[in-house]
Structures are given as C-alpha cells and as structure tokens.
C-alpha cells in the first residue's frame, strides 16, 4: 500500500469509529429521560383503562377524576384528582385489585415545584 492509501484508510476509520462512539453517547443520553428506571411509561388503554379506572374511582370513594395511568411491572397505576384538590395514586395488580393506595403531597401534577 502506498503512503497516500494508508491516510485515506486511517481517517475513514477514525471517522467511522467517532460516528459509532457519538452514536453511543446519543443514545445513552436519550435512555436518560424523565421516564422511570424500567423504561418509558407507558399509558393503559382500551377495556384495561376502563376497568382500572373504575377501581381506582371506587377505592377514592367515586369522586374525582382519572389524570394519568401507568402499565407497571405486576399491574397498573391510577392518579386520581379529587374534588379537594389533592390527588391519590391508587396501585392495582394484574387482576385490578386495589394493592395501595397513597395520597400525593406534592399536588395533582406529582411536581414539588
């Protein structure tokens, strides 16, 4: 190999392998969004919404309003605004029984802000 072809080579690949470093970087910086540490939430839909709902709704006493739900790892996760305006995060398991239920100090957007 000539001299001139050694160059060409060795700074394609130092090129190639900056791009596959910074797309590593990219990528871990991306994984470390405001989503919880087993991956992005994700919402419940469908009949699951409906019925997770229901018992969140029942657990609160009926009052308030569904704000948010959450697929977690062994069931779901309800918020629930109340008519005082507090809200309360109503855990459920696969089978939508109420597992705990906990009122949020921090308001109905969960913030302390």
Excluded: C, H, W
């Excluded at 394609?12 to 994984?31: F, L, N, P, R």
């Excluded at 405001?34 to 657990?59: F, R």
């Excluded at 939508?96 to 009122?103: I, L, P, T, W």
Aim: proline residues 3%; without cysteine; glycine residues 12%.
């Amino acid at each position: 190999m000539n001299r001139r072809l050694k160059i060409v080579l060795g700074t394609t690949a130092a090129t190639v392998i900056a791009g596959v470093a910074a797309a590593g970087v990219a990528t871990a910086a991306d994984s470390g969004s405001d989503d919880g540490p087993d991956g992005p939430d994700v919402a419940i839909t469908g009949q699951a919404l409906e019925t997770a709902s229901a018992a969140a709704l029942k657990a609160t006493g009926g009052q308030g309003q569904v704000v948010d739900s959450e697929v977690e790892e062994n069931g779901y996760e309800i918020e629930v605004n109340l008519p005082d305006g507090s809200q309360t995060e109503v855990q459920l398991d696969a089978k939508f029984a109420v597992v705990s239920s906990d009122v949020n100090e921090e308001g109905d957007d969960g913030d302390a802000d």
